[in-house]
């Protein structure tokens, strides 16, 4: 059976919640102490976490974070009060499953449970049919038995799970781009696509443009809005070949964008 954390600072919530779902045979486990239950994630390996959003000392976008780093699978619903609705949808675009506004009746807990677990099993499923693949066939276009190449094998597999940036380096011609899509393909994002862009051959200014998209009018040639790519690549991956060719002014701006996570088209 599931196994779940549940975690609100309201006592009386926090038992309106985990009697049902103890009575359904899953597996609770229950903290009204956020930290607490922070340092429970490293070593439960919960399938479904339940947490309050607005809560001294932790909240429950710390929560989220800590459960997506131990296990991204993790399924994470977020328990909010209705003037904390924008920012459990905030919490969605971080890896949250869904939200529940307060009150809610059980009959809605448990659907919303049963759908999140459901969501967890496929994504299991993927990443066991992926692994299998990747035995079976090594990663797509990338094949080696030396000790240098099972380290590349290896770095990938741990690469592609996460969110996090990636600098792949290495001389001219040494499949720089076949590792970045091998990380592409064992990742969650495998479904999404995946875009790639040469940084050397393009100047500053149309690389600037293709990369963050432009505003109408904003200059000589620009005759409508245009997407860019960091857009276009949204919920996949992005590939930025030679990207040390660009200026430090550039580098400035792509720094920028991997450090807040928000773009600014030209004009």
Known sequence: MSRILVVDDDVDLLNLVSIPLR??????????????????????AYDLILTDLEMPERNGLDLLKLAKEVDPST???????????????????????????KPFPNKELLAVIEKGLRQRELEQENRRLRSELREKYHFENLVGNA???????????????????????GESGTGKELAARAIHETSNRAHRRFLKVNCSALTDSLLESELFGHIKGSFTGAAADK?????????????????????????????????????????
């Not at 399924?75 to 924008?86: M, P, Q």
């Not at 094998?153 to 940036?165: H, L, Q, V």
């Open 227 to 267: 997407r860019g790519l960091f857009e276009a690549a949204n919920g996949g991956t992005l590939f930025l070949d030679e990207v040390g060719d660009t200026s430090p002014a550039l580098q400035a701006k792509l720094l920028r964008v991997l450090q807040e996570g928000e773009i600014r088209p030209v004009g």
């Open 23 to 44: 009575s359904q045979g899953f597996e609770v486990d229950s903290f009204d102490d956020p930290l607490e239950a922070e340092g429970k994630i490293p070593h439960r």
């Open 75 to 101: 399924c994470v619903i977020l328990l909010t009060g209705h003037a904390a609705v924008d920012t459990a949808v905030e919490a969605m675009k971080m890896g949250a499953f869904d939200y529940l506004k």
């Open 147 to 169: 000790a240098s190449m099972q380290k590349v094998f290896r770095m990938i597999e741990r690469a592609g799970p996460t969110d996090s940036t990636v600098l792949i380096l």
